[in-house]
T-cell receptor
Framework: DGGITQSPKYLFRKEGQNVTLSCEQN?????MYWYRQDPGQGLRLIYY???????QKGDIAEGYSVSREKKESFPLTVTSAQKNPTAFYLC???????????FGQGTRLTVV | AQSVTQPDIHITVSEGASLELRCNYS??????LFWYVQSPGQGLQLLLK??????LVQGIKGFEAEFKRSQSSFNLRKPSVHWSDAAEYFC???????????????FGAGTRLAVHP
């Protein structure tokens, strides 16, 4: 079945460590997105990519990095520079600019 | 300022009552707009979408939304709410605050719906 897979579902890390969240899609979508969700703040865009080897910063890119080496994959690294990394992270993809996005089930990151 | 805003953070309705969740947008051109629903700890599911044409769009689970250019709104409605509709609802669209914003999909802050028996 086609879809978006985020792994792991829960992730725990110590403060100061970098951590990479996985996002894989087999929908043949060109565009992929990473969002951060905190209670009461909705979804805030971290990074997005329209094509392979290209990506743009969203509204809260500081402390995060991404790569898009393959169409199917858009991993997000939460670096030690991110001051408050504990949150729920959602990955999404879509075929083009005016189509709906499909979401993964999310990764809950807790930094202790 | 955001292109897409949801003015209501929490709404509580009784089961069987009608529902309207507000979404406002600030675009010059006709936008594309979406409504999504999220259950706790889950991803988002698309309820409905508007691109052009008929201003009243039908979605899944008995939801509908009406695009009103004169009011810059895309409100979500349901005539009779079920207890299973309790969730968080998000309006989404492009970020038209900068050039190239059509590629950038942004969301409102969400409206949390509670349903009383």
């Amino acid at each position: 079945d086609g879809g978006i897979t985020q792994s792991p579902k829960y992730l725990f890390r110590k403060e100061g460590q970098n951590v990479t969240l996985s996002c894989e899609q087999n929908l043949n979508h060109d565009a992929m997105y990473w969002y951060r969700q905190d209670p009461g703040q909705g979804l805030r865009l971290i990074y997005y990519s329209q094509i392979v080897n290209d990506f743009q910063k969203g509204d809260i890119a500081e402390g995060y990095s991404v790569s898009r080496e393959k169409k199917e994959s858009f991993p997000l690294t939460v670096t030690s520079a991110q001051k408050n990394p504990t949150a729920f992270y959602l990955c999404a993809s879509r075929t083009g600019t005016n189509t709906e996005a499909f979401f993964g089930q999310g990764t809950r990151l807790t930094v202790v | 300022a955001q292109s897409v805003t949801q003015p209501d953070i929490h709404i509580t309705v009784s089961e069987g009552a009608s529902l309207e969740l507000r979404c406002n947008y600030s675009y010059g051109a006709t936008p594309y707009l979406f409504w999504y629903v999220q259950s706790p700890g889950q991803g988002l599911q698309l309820l409905l979408k508007y691109f052009s044409g008929d201003t009243l769009v039908q979605g899944i689970k008995g939801f509908e939304a009406e695009f009103k250019r004169s009011q810059s709104s895309f409100n979500l409605r349901k005539p009779s709410v079920h207890w299973s509709d309790a969730a968080e609802y998000f309006c989404a669209g492009p970020d038209m605050m900068f050039s190239g914003g059509y590629n950038k999909l942004i969301f409102g802050a969400g409206t949390r719906l509670a349903v009383h028996p």
